[in-house]
């Protein structure tokens, strides 16, 4: 085991790839790094170029045992720490993050291949944002009083839960750590995060950052693949709560595992989330909402992008050229080159994977897919994971491209005549997350706004998700919110009540 001092350094630095080694082969617990107990380890790789980076501990269940350990440990006096006080404490760690936010931003485009300017500084804002709204709600941590008898005092008060076990994915790994974190951690519980294999080292920088402030132990961090690391947190006796966002099929196997327990658990899933544009929009500002709307700055790696437009048919086609006209004007390359608005796919295996629905989808008759932005020319990249963004049009809802999540850079068009039915098509998969609908007719926007079977609707706009909105999907797409204060409260604390006999 090191000792303090930390092998990363005190000042925020901007030489990413260094700081990507001295983070090499350790996880967080307890305040300090640690390599894995087994010693084992494997690479982290920088997408745009195919080259190794750094390693990354190889998490087991002996790591999660002295991880969970010291959590548990620690949140026995953590717990005892005022509620404003926690809160305060979270405050200050937003300052750091922010102090820090150009290193975090080079970290994560470095390994997860996402454009600087336009995605990974934007993430590391974020998260200091998150960490601020979170660390400012101590104080709602209220209970009630119960009228039951009035020689009996009745009153509620909201208790922590112990250990958290956190699990999180590779495409915004920091902000939605900070989504779980902040709230778990003022609520008066310690935290166990369980990082994504393809994505370890900007997570792993932010635990010391936060453990200048916060004592050790309250966060701690692992590494390793699912099965052996993450499995064994979500089934650890004294992880109390587990939140996870990932895959559906992954989300099944930690529900089961956590109904086993019998322990509370909040599911963010995947999406297939439509934008529905009426020909009475503001044109241009539709066109430019379907960019950020599909999360085209971010390969597509969004379970929010919207992967189904639904456009009325007098501006349909118009509608498709502007838009390939705008995604072709974006420029892909270098994630760490300012210049660069759309990186790399995180993955091989994601690559194969969305490389497949694009094939299948040029292969479908009647379908035209269209390939948008040239790929970068620089032959340092030659080996980087870069997909063309493509816009298919002529495809059927039964098409696996119209039902199933690709989680690339991939859209499919549709023109569309009547609102009923759009509405039915648009609610035609097991996915509920997220909707938007583009109108200057409020009365027919609200009216489809409330029979969208999605956790959020927007209306003139598609922000990914922002602190103090809550967040979570129905069906398929998940369990519960976050991001708000009624995410800390109903799924970070329970209710005890208390009675006291006056007589
Ligand atoms: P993706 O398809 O985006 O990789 P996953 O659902 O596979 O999404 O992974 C999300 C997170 O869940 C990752 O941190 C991964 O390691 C973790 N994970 C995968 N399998 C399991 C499992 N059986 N138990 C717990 N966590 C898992
Ligand atoms: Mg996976």
């Known amino acids: 085991m090191l000792d303090r001092p930390h092998p990363t350094p005190e000042a925020p630095t901007t030489d990413c790839f260094a700081l990507a080694r001295q983070l090499s082969g350790r996880h967080f617990i ?105 660390g400012g709600l101590g104080g709602e941590l209220k209970g009630e009083t119960v009228p039951f ?11 922590p839960l112990g250990v958290v076990g956190a699990i999180i994915p590779w495409n915004v790994p920091m902000l939605l750590m900070a989504l779980k974190i902040a709230p778990a951690l003022v609520a008066g519980n310690t935290v166990v995060v369980k990082s994504a294999e393809e994505a370890p080292l900007a997570v792993l920088r932010i635990c010391e950052l936060l453990n200048r402030v916060l004592p050790p132990g309250c966060f701690n961090m692992l590494s390793g693949f699912g099965p052996d690391c993450g499995a064994p947190l979500v089934e650890h006796p004294l992880v109390r709560k587990v939140t996870f966002t990932g895959s559906v099929e992954v989300g099944r196997i930690v529900a089961k595992a956590a109904g086993e327990k019998l322990i509370p658990v909040t599911l963010e899933l995947g999406g297939k989330s439509p934008m529905i544009v009426f020909a009475d929009c503001d044109f241009d500002k539709t066109v430019a909402g379907a960019l950020t709307s599909m999360r085209f700055t971010r390969q597509g790696q969004s379970c929010t992008a919207a992967s189904r437009i639904y456009v009325e ?33 995180i993955s091989p295996e994601q690559f194969g994977k969305v490389r497949g629905f694009i094939d299948e989808g040029i292969a479908t008759a009647g ?10 020319a620089d032959p340092a990249l030659r080996k980087g994971l870069f997909i ?30 009547d609102a ?18 583009w109108t ?41 919110k976050e991001a708000s204060l009624e995410a800390m409260l109903e799924h970070f604390t329970h209710k005890k009540t208390i009675m006291v006999r006056m007589d």
């Open 30 to 134: 307890g305040g300090r790094y640690v390599a894995a107990r087994s010693g084992a380890s494997f690479p982290v790789v920088n997408p745009a170029t195919g080259e190794e980076v750094a390693r990354a501990a190889e998490g087991d269940a002996a790591d999660v045992d002295a991880a969970v350990g010291d959590a548990a440990r620690a949140q026995k006096e953590w717990a005892k720490v005022p509620a404003r006080k926690r809160g305060a404490l979270v405050h200050q760690c937003a300052a750091i993050v922010r102090e820090h936010v150009e290193e975090l931003a080079r970290l994560i485009a470095l390994e997860t291949g996402k454009a600087l300017r336009t995605e990974s500084r934007v993430e590391a804002n974020t998260v200091a944002d998150i960490l601020e709204f979170f």
């Open 440 to 480: 200057n007719n409020l009365k027919v926007g609200l009216d489809l706004a409330h029979r969208l079977e999605a956790g959020l609707v927007q209306i003139n706009q598609n922000l990914v998700v922002q602190a103090n909105l809550s967040y979570g999907g129905v069906k398929s797409s998940g369990l519960g």
């Open 313 to 345: 048919r007098p501006i349909f086609d118009r509608f498709v050229e502007a838009m390939a006209a705008k995604v072709d004007a974006m420029r892909m390359g270098d994630p760490l080159d300012e210049a660069t608005d759309i990186g790399t796919i």
């Open 367 to 376: 379908a035209t897919g269209r390939a948008c932005s040239a790929l970068p």
């Open 388 to 417: 063309q963004p493509h816009i298919f049009t002529g495809l059927t809802g039964e098409s696996r491209l119209v039902q199933q999540e690709i989680f690339g850079p991939v859209t499919c068009i549709f023109p569309f005549d």
């Open 149 to 159: 008898d009035p020689k009996v005092l009745s009153v509620t008060v909201r208790e």
């Open 420 to 437: 009923e039915a759009v509405l039915a098509e648009a609610n035609g998969t097991e996915y509920g997350l997220a909707a938007s609908l």
